[in-house]
């Protein structure tokens, strides 16, 4: 696949960085927009993931710990404590990737399928299949809406129910597109969100589409160094847990799942 620039303009950062709503970038005083703000992801604690899980959703629900998986589509709930999962439904030859929860109920799309997975219960058992059209790559939950992203530059919102589009951003780092999309998360009222083939998180207004912040997961890229061969085993999976907190990082087909802890660059 084609990189596009504003994907290589990404990538050439070389640095971090992350914001809360009290410290985002404001104009300055030349009318222009000030850098996102820089953090870097320290591993703090690592635990054991599986290898044959293709990562593309990762999520906090009541209290679990959730994944959705490609090619083989399944849904796991997910242990700290050992690599296998606690629970799985296997989807078949579908190619399952987002995943949300709002609370009460699991969200799950697909890749090319143009399915959504309602989930109810636990363990989770579908209670709904809605169509749609477009690609599914990451989905997080946020202020009542589903938010998709299709690997372009767009994020959509959709309602959880019948998923009816109500609106749309795009996403623009220094007021240029970013591409490549793909696992979010809705937390600490930013949507996190993975680009394809890169290390760098983005942290993204939901109300504009502005990446107010950039994190620097390189070290989590470094920490599989040779223990992944292949070369879609890429950083892909955020989870924020509620009430603590505490943020998991892993990648697509990596051995481990890491707690991280956000520094600010200087």
Not at 13 to 26: E, I, Q
Not at 34 to 61: D, K, S
Not at 134 to 150: F, M, P
């Amino acid at each position: 696949m084609r990189i596009p620039s504003s994907l290589l303009s990404l990538l050439a950062l070389g640095v971090a960085c992350h914001c809360s709503p009290t410290n985002r970038p404001v104009p300055d005083a030349g009318g222009g927009v000030q850098e996102p703000v820089r953090r870097v992801a320290h591993i703090i604690r690592e635990y054991p993931h599986a290898t044959n899980a293709f990562t593309q959703g990762l999520v906090f629900h009541q209290g679990h710990l959730f994944e959705s998986t490609g090619h083989q589509g399944t849904l796991r709930q997910l242990s700290l404590e050992s690599a296998q999962p606690v629970w799985m439904e296997r989807l078949g030859n579908i190619f399952a990737e987002g995943l949300a929860s709002d609370g009460e109920r699991l969200y799950q799309i697909t890749w090319t399928e143009g399915l959504l997975f309602t989930w109810s219960g636990m363990p989770p058992q579908r209670e709904r299949t809605t169509r749609y059209s477009g690609e599914g790559w990451g989905l997080c939950y946020w202020d009542g809406k589903l938010v998709r992203s299709d690997g372009g530059t767009m994020l959509t919102f959709h309602e959880p129910d019948g998923f009816a589009l109500l609106g749309a951003v795009q996403v623009k780092l220094r007021g240029q597109p970013v591409e490549l999309i793909n696992e979010l998360e809705c937390a600490n009222g930013v949507i996190y969100a993975n680009i394809w083939h890169s290390s760098d998180v983005l942290e993204i207004d939901p109300a504009t589409g502005t990446v107010v912040g950039v994190i620097d997961a390189s070290a989590l890229t470094r920490a599989v160094a040779g223990q992944v061969t292949n070369p879609e085993a890429v950083l892909n999976g955020i989870a924020v847990e509620p009430g603590s907190g505490r943020i998991f990082m892993t990648g697509k087909l990596w051995p481990r799942i890491f707690e991280v802890r956000l520094a600010v660059v200087d």
